[in-house]
């Protein structure tokens, strides 16, 4: 297990800091991940770490920007250490979809697959059993 887990975690309250997927319901820790990647010169320093659900943390890999697809321009993706999770995302209590409300925010959730039908599904059940967020 990663030397900075249990900080990460706890600072993270055992949620992945993308999707705010609870780490409890999974049965293997949530992956510590750079923000800004080791192989863009970041090191393991803590406000450059991230606690990140397994798919999030693929799917961003060493991104550090996305597209919005709503201007389709490339912009900083959501940074969990600068950024307010509340000012980038607004999640959709009725389905469980978690909609971008500013260009970061729709570049984060369209380059990490946020909405994939699996992760709605998940995320709607965390919402009935009051999980989530």
């Excluded at 055992?14 to 820790?29: D, G, I, K, S, T």
Aim: net charge negative.
């Amino acid at each position: 297990m990663n030397a900075h887990y249990a900080m990460v975690a706890g600072r993270a309250g055992h949620r992945c800091e993308y999707c705010r997927a609870p780490e409890v319901l999974f049965n293997f820790p949530f992956e510590v991940e750079h923000v800004v990647p080791a192989s863009r010169g970041r090191s393991n320093e803590e406000s450059n770490l991230a606690l990140a659900c397994r798919a999030c943390n693929i799917f961003k890999a060493d991104a550090l920007t996305g597209y919005d697809p709503d201007s389709n321009s490339e912009v900083t993706l959501f940074h969990p250490r600068r950024d307010l999770w509340e000012e980038h995302f607004l999640v959709e209590a009725d389905d469980g979809v978690i909609e971008g409300v500013t260009a970061s925010g729709r570049a984060t959730v369209a380059r990490l697959r946020m909405n994939s039908e699996l992760q709605i599904a998940a995320r709607s059940a965390w919402i009935q059993l009051g999980l989530f967020p």
